[in-house]
């Protein structure tokens, strides 16, 4: 803990959690295009739509190491520090690296209903998906309120938490 900084042990508000949310997309946005980028040019990638699932799973790797290299190294994204939110385990500690793969793996759990539920109803615009996943993530999100910290399940399935984590305020000399 530096002696600037003093948590909290509850959790931030979810609206703060979902605005932290949006904030860390816009940031990824370059990440995603950069990677894109460096995927395309490393493999001599001519049409978009060839190679797309080497493509996916190469941005699903290089997002497991932006999120498990911050996570493990300060508990904070660069959004989660602009937010002051921090992910501990639950005891209050730093995690780990590999509880921070764990809960990068994890926190796809909510994608997982709805894109059961739309394969199920053989939905095939990609308008409709996309916003039934938006409202299944808003709903996700919602669930929070059914456990007792206000955790995402994702992290009480892999031992973690997010907390507040707000500057102290500066010592009056």
Same mark, same amino acid.
């Given at each position: 803990?530096?002696?600037?900084?003093?948590?909290?042990?509850? $959790?931030?508000s979810?609206?703060?959690?979902?605005?932290?949310?949006?904030?860390e997309?816009?940031?990824?946005?370059?990440?995603?295009?950069?990677?894109g #980028?460096?995927? +395309? $040019?490393?493999?001599?990638?001519?049409?978009?739509?060839?190679?797309?699932?080497?493509?996916?799973?190469?941005?699903?790797?290089?997002?497991?190491?932006?999120?498990?290299?911050f996570?493990?190294? +300060?508990?904070?994204?660069?959004?989660?520090?602009?937010?002051?939110?921090?992910?501990?385990?639950?005891?209050?500690?730093?995690?780990?690296?590999?509880?921070?793969? $764990?809960? #990068?793996? $994890?926190?796809y759990?909510?994608?997982?209903?709805?894109?059961? +539920?739309a394969?199920a109803?053989?939905?095939?615009?990609?308008?409709?998906?996309?916003?039934w996943?938006?409202? *299944?993530?808003?709903?996700?999100?919602?669930?929070?309120?059914?456990?007792?910290?206000?955790?995402? *399940?994702?992290?009480?399935?892999?031992?973690?938490?997010?907390?507040?984590?707000?500057?102290?305020?500066?010592?009056?000399?």
């Amino acid at each position: 803990m530096s002696l600037n900084t003093s948590p909290t042990q509850r $959790a931030p508000s979810l609206r703060r959690r979902l605005a932290c949310l949006v904030y860390e997309g816009v940031l990824l946005f370059g990440v995603v295009m950069i990677a894109g #980028y460096l995927f +395309s $040019a490393l493999t001599h990638q001519t049409h978009a739509l060839r190679g797309r699932e080497a493509l996916q799973a190469f941005l699903f790797l290089v997002l497991g190491i932006y999120f498990g290299w911050f996570w493990s190294r +300060s508990g904070q994204t660069v959004a989660m520090r602009a937010w002051h939110i921090r992910l501990v385990d639950v005891h209050g500690q730093p995690v780990g690296q590999g509880r921070a793969v $764990a809960r #990068y793996l $994890a926190s796809y759990v909510w994608f997982l209903p709805a894109l059961a +539920s739309a394969a199920a109803l053989h939905w095939a615009d990609s308008g409709t998906i996309f916003g039934w996943m938006a409202l *299944w993530a808003l709903v996700y999100a919602g669930l929070t309120r059914l456990h007792p910290e206000r955790q995402y *399940w994702h992290d009480v399935l892999c031992g973690t938490r997010l907390i507040d984590w707000r500057p102290a305020p500066p010592a009056r000399t």
